[in-house]
């Protein structure tokens, strides 16, 4: 299966040149132009984050440190055409894994892309933990793939359907989803499992939810094979 990679870098050019790098590795690469419009798919954890430091909007600064405050073991390579030295020092610092100063050689990206997967996910490309259908599920990562396109879902959203991949054919009431995906701690309603549900089949339509009335959920069998 493919790596996920996340480039964020405002320079119009730029991105699309480093997106046609990445991509030519066989890479899923999704490329934003501003650091807002990443800072909303940071529960999407992908394998690797590129993040340019001076951003429209979130800076790389931010970035990195909500991605990292999501998941500490997301890589993050940063680059930068300011004071090299001084954002190099401060990216490692606030946990960046590798820096490159603007200019540099596409190529040189996609080399130092390769060396920190592999240092942190190990030779070649990530395996799958579980197979659904034509879904495949990364817990470590959790990554969920339809073929080799990526599934953006929420932090929950992930929680409950790793739940219900790993208890197939078993029937889970609403509160004991409650407990599993929300936490002892959780007080409110049990209607927002109703609603996390609605969400993932809308997202993973062959993901085959059974409803069991009056009681909860039940994840069968997929068709495929």
């Not at 996340?6 to 046609?20: G, I, K, R, S």
């Not at 979130?58 to 997301?74: H, M, N, P, S, W």
């Not at 929420?154 to 929680?159: G, I, N, P, V, Y």
């Not at 407990?179 to 049990?190: A, H, I, L, N, Q």
Request: hydrophobic share 40%.
């Amino acid at each position: 299966m493919p790596y996920s990679i996340y480039l964020v870098e405002d320079e119009m050019n730029l991105n699309q040149v480093l997106t046609a790098y990445l991509d030519q590795e066989g890479w899923n690469v999704t490329s934003f132009r501003d650091g807002s419009a990443a800072r909303t798919h940071i529960e999407d954890t992908p394998h690797l984050w590129i993040l340019d430091i001076m951003l429209p909007g979130v800076d790389g600064y931010q970035l990195l440190k909500e991605i990292k405050a999501f998941c500490r073991k997301t890589p993050v390579i940063f680059i930068s055409a300011r004071d090299a030295d001084l954002d190099r020092v401060l990216g490692l610092e606030m946990g960046s894994d590798d820096y490159l100063a603007k200019p540099f050689l596409p190529r040189e990206l996609v080399v130092r892309a390769k060396k920190l997967l592999e240092r942190v996910y190990g030779q070649g490309s990530p395996q799958s933990n579980y197979i659904y259908g034509h879904y495949s599920i990364f817990e470590e990562q959790r990554l969920v793939l339809d073929g080799n396109t990526p599934i953006q879902l929420t932090s929950k959203e992930f929680d409950i359907l790793l739940l219900f991949i790993k208890n197939i054919g078993r029937a889970f009431g609403r509160e004991d989803i409650l407990y599993k995906v929300w936490g002892k701690d959780y007080f409110g309603s049990d209607r927002v499992v109703d609603d996390l549900v609605r969400r993932l089949r809308k997202k993973v339509p062959d993901f085959k939810l059974e409803t069991i009335y009056g009681y909860g959920y039940r994840l069968v069998e997929s068709d495929e094979k």
